[in-house]
């Protein structure tokens, strides 16, 4: 299982003002476990801000955007450091990746984050993901991290996403301010009910309170991907949760992930087309193949990386739609050739295959 897991700042701070290392340290554990019993970890983590606070000796805050983005900046490093240090003695190499709201808006970049995850999750490295604060603002900032890791599921597909916070789960009011408020452990559909809930902008601390969790839910879910919103207090939160215990509140998907990555890449077209040979043709429309750049005899259209583009077999008739791992540029000059050329034709290479089989919808 691919599990996202979104640390907030009311957990990491354990409930006070400054980043608190054994809180993180129970969180790696509870992460090189997981990772233990085979499942991959991808972090999404905010505490820059008040990891700044903290080196700056607390100063009055007057919550500006500069001041926050002073603040993460100072601090980012400082929180990496913490978890660098802590995952290192558990023999666990971490990566420092900060995106923000155009890193999913641009295809091409979209993909180069997904590439640069995919080479961590195979090398066993924990990628620790913030928004990068410093040069985001206004519309090019995703906002807030229950968001984000939101968005970082469906960028590196998750199977699970898990945000840590303070409350117990998603109550049926603010527990702060309501206590006879109870746990709601199920939320098959994100209605118009479940946004009622959503109390004010959460803790002094955090950003967006329960309502951003509840639009991460409402946009995971829709992609395919469960959500589960516990306490990080709990003890091995996180091995329980991926273990299948019900701690929390548990989001249904409201789809199959497959189904929406099916309408995902059908979504937007681009005016591209390749012809296959028959061999390709039929490897594609038998068995589900990849498209190798081998089996391409014409290239037509403008399009770039990323895109879906149209597969037509010789007969003219089309077989399949699929995500470009080139653009049409590059695929010319590739197509007919074989993929241990593509480094020497095009002095680099997104890999052997033009249109990689996980990213095909057959007609
Ligand atoms: N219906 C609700 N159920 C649970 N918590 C709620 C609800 N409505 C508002 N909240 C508030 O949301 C807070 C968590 O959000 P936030 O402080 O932003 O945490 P984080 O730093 O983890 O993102 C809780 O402490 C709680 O006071
Ligand atoms: N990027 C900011 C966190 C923003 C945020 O959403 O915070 P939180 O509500 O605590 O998850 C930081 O690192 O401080």
């Known amino acids: 299982m691919r599990v996202v897991l979104k640390l907030g700042t009311s957990v990491l701070t354990a409930g006070g003002d400054r980043i608190h290392a054994p809180r993180i340290v129970d969180l790696i554990r509870g992460m090189v476990a997981v990772r233990a019993a085979g499942h991959e970890v991808v972090l999404v983590t905010s505490g820059a801000v008040i990891a700044g606070w903290e080196a700056l000796n607390f100063p009055p805050r007057d919550r500006t955007l500069a001041e926050k983005q002073l603040l993460a900046a100072v601090g980012q490093g400082r929180l990496m450091h913490t978890y660098a240090q802590i995952a290192d003695l558990y ?14 808006r641009d295809r091409t970049r979209y993909l180069n984050a997904r590439t640069t995850l995919d080479a961590c999750l195979s090398r066993g490295v924990l ?96 992609a395919g991907t469960p959500v589960v919103i516990a306490p990080g207090d709990a003890p091995d939160a996180l091995p329980r949760i991926v273990g299948g215990e019900a701690l929390g509140t548990r989001f249904l998907a409201a ?74 540029a590059d695929l010319s000059r590739i197509s007919g050739r074989h993929s241990r050329d593509i480094e020497s034709l095009l002095g680099f290479t997104y890999g052997a295959e033009a249109v990689h089989r996980d990213d095909l919808v057959r007609i």
């Open 91 to 104: 023999g666990v190499p971490v990566a420092q990746v900060l995106l923000t709201a155009d890193d999913f």
């Open 127 to 222: 990628p620790i993901i913030n928004e990068n604060d410093t040069v985001a603002t206004g519309q090019l900032k995703v906002g807030d991290n229950d968001t984000l890791s939101a968005f970082v599921a469906n960028l590196t597909e998750a199977d699970l996403l898990v945000i840590l916070t303070d409350a117990p789960g998603l109550y049926t009011a603010d527990p702060r301010t309501h206590p006879g408020a109870t746990l709601i452990p199920l939320v098959e559909r994100v209605t118009p009910d479940i946004w009622a809930l959503a109390g004010g902008v959460g803790s002094h601390r955090g950003t967006g309170g329960m309502h951003t969790k509840i639009q991460a839910a409402e946009i995971a879910t829709r």
């Open 255 to 328: 789809v199959n992930r497959l189904e929406a990555r099916k309408r995902w890449i059908l979504a937007e077209i681009a005016p591209g087309r390749v012809t296959l040979d028959e061999g390709a043709a039929r490897a594609v429309r038998e068995r589900g193949g990849s498209l190798l750049p081998a089996g391409i005899t014409a290239v037509e259209g403008i399009f770039e990386r990323g895109q879906t583009i149209r597969l037509f077999a010789p007969d003219g008739s089309e077989v399949a739609r699929g995500l470009t791992r080139y653009r049409a």
